[in-house]
């Protein structure tokens, strides 16, 4: 009897307790400096009532497609093809690892559904596209709406009505607003803003529906981006924030385990207890739950900083311009960091014996400008700027 009880006890403690309902919301385009720089009064509740990371990493190339096939799958493009954003789920012309009935890589709607068949499985997205990555015959719900408020509305709507097991949303506005605007405008700040009270109608759903207190609640995003794009492997592109709220999770909590693209597909499975396949990559973010600890092997070296931004007008082209005799040189810190910002005028890559920059100065001759973040416990990539100067 007494073994009868350890074993039931021990397999409960494998998962978070709880949890009966998944609502992943999903803001394309949102940098963790982008977040920072905003005022998101929902999205930061969400962080003092919840666990949260800013250091989310993509998967490359940072584009939408292989991260939000990530998120679903478990694992990266060199498992699940998705190397960019033309690729379908279904299309075998790439050799799996796995491969489930349909053809794809198994993700987390085909293992939900193997492991509770009566549940009730949803995805509603902004960007038509998200549809590439679903096998729709195992969701109750798959809807593409034209405008990220309409989405979310209907998000809503849903959670109201059918009170999903799990339900994945996908907003696009912010990505748009890098494209149209450049990443870290004012319109982009603004969007992040907007985006925050579309995210608040669907917290609100969940309370209204009565299934708050059994909701844990996941905010992610597929990639940041620099100038007016995305795509390559500077900081503010691979940086991302992910929150935990709700049931069964910490409060106000920073994670400190390092956390991947492919790791929400685990959470997922985690947090609602079902077993996730080998043949995943990812891994659950235990720390962001109620009960579980940070891993005894955590790496505890030197801290990767966000990069400092040269100040422009344009937000659409590399930092640097030309100028008529004389050029301003002024180096923003990044958001959400603190450290010296030290820079070297000569193409060199900054030391912690380089200058330290205090404030704008007068360029007189070209000159290409490298800065970088250092403090205490890390330092930054360098970021380079030409000053083209003219007669």
Known sequence: MFCTVAMISCRESKYPKGIEHVVVIGLD???????????TPCLDSLSRHGAYSYTTRCVLPTVSTPNWNAMLC??????????????????????YTAMSKGHSFPNIFRILREQ??????????????????????????SEAYPSQLETARKSAEYI??????????????????????????PGYIKCIEETDSHVKLIVDAI???????????????DHGGIFRGHGGNSYDELA??????????????????????????????????VK????????????????????????????????????????????????????????????????????TVDGSVPSKESPVYSAPFTAKKTATVNAKLFSDTGESVNVKAIYTLKE
Not at 84 to 89: L, P
Not at 160 to 182: E, Q, V, W
Not at 315 to 336: H, M, N, Q, R, W
């Open 207 to 221: 309370r209204q529906s009565g299934i708050a207190d059994k909701t844990m609640i996941m905010v992610v995003s």
């Open 116 to 141: 509770r068949p009566g549940a009730e499985l949803g995805a509603i997205y902004n960007w038509g596209k998200f549809r590439n990555m679903l096998e729709e015959e195992l969701l109750n719900m």
């Open 240 to 273: 991302t924030p992910i929150i935990f709220s709700g049931k069964g999770i910490k409060q106000n909590y920073a994670i400190q385990q390092q956390i991947y693209r492919y790791d929400v597909a685990a959470d997922v499975a985690f947090a609602l207890g």
């Open 29 to 39: 385009g949102l940098s963790s400096t982008g977040l920072h720089a905003a005022a």
């Open 160 to 185: 109201l009505a059918k009170k999903p097991t799990f339900l994945f949303i996908h907003l696009d506005s912010i990505d748009h607003a890098g494209h149209s605007d450049g990443h870290m405008s």
């Open 276 to 343: 996730a396949p080998q043949v995943w990559t990812g891994r659950p973010t235990k720390p962001a739950y109620t009960g579980f600890g940070e891993p005894d092997n955590l790496w505890k070296g030197l801290a990767v900083l966000p990069s400092p931004r040269f100040a422009s007008k344009t937000y659409k082209e590399p930092f640097g311009e030309t100028f008529v005799d004389s050029a301003t040189v002024a180096i923003l810190p990044p958001e959400g960091a603190t450290g010296i910002i030290r820079y």
């Open 74 to 95: 478990g694992a990266g493009p060199e498992i699940t093809g998705a190397i960019n954003n033309s690729w379908k789920a279904g299309d075998f012309g790439f050799p």
